[in-house]
């Protein structure tokens, strides 16, 4: 399964689509790079007159990449045809260390703990592009392919 | 090990993961992980995780889809541990 078909099948759209490239992927962890629109809606509110990416975006910015596009490729021989995945979120622990600023690209390395009866954990880091760490911690996640009668 | 010591230890193990501390007080062998302790799937998969390394056995998908109580736990640890 490829970079392109990953992102293809994401469950997700502008405005909450936080992957833009996959350059390393293999079962046992995936890199990827997003870089933040500077016209991005919540730049608008966090904070007022001072945009600075809020958290809880990167985060998601370490989940798209890190369980979600590593969980699709683990479970490619399942996603065949057009089978979109069904995730959840069920655990989230980062430790925040820089700000990132609008129209800054980040880098997400992932590397895989435990993927075992469909969840998968790993430990995600987030770096800019002077390559400081941004943030870090660990992230969980459940992923399955739905049956066809659940389309 | 007898029956008594294998549920403290299942306890010990399913305390991070419930969600219904009155049940949870109350663990006997007839405790379902799902309707009385209110574990959700992904933390059912912590919990095995934790038998695994405990009991230092794999439990496979077939067993894992059958361990939803703790009296299915004890049958599949107690299984596993003799067959080793």
Known sequence: MTAQEIIARLPYQDPFL???????????????????????????????????????????????????????????EELRGNAIPQIALTFSQIDFFL???????????????????????????????????????????????PEKSEL | MTNDELIAKL??????YIQDEAAFETLSED????????????????VILDVEDEFDIRIENEDMEKMTSVKAAMAIVTEKLAAQ
């Open chain 1, 99 to 145: 700000p990132v600023y609008p129209g800054e690209q980040v880098t997400v390395v992932s590397e895989k703990d435990v993927f075992r009866f469909h969840k998968l954990k790993c430990n995600v880091k987030l770096y800019n592009e002077k390559g400081e760490l941004v943030c870090r911690g660990k992230l969980s996640g459940m992923i399955k392919i």
């Open chain 1, 18 to 76: 936080f992957v833009d490239t996959l350059t390393e992927i293999t079962s046992e962890g995936i890199t990827g790079q997003y870089t933040f629109n500077k016209d991005a809606y919540f730049y608008k509110g966090h904070f007022k007159n001072r945009p600075i990416t809020p958290g809880v975006i990167l985060t998601e910015c370490m989940a798209q990449i890190g369980l979600v596009c590593l969980g699709m490729y683990m479970l490619k």
């Open chain 2, 31 to 46: 405790t379902d992980f799902i309707n009385d302790l209110k574990i959700n799937s992904a933390n059912l998969v912590d």
């Open chain 2, 11 to 16: 306890k010990t193990i399913v305390q991070p």
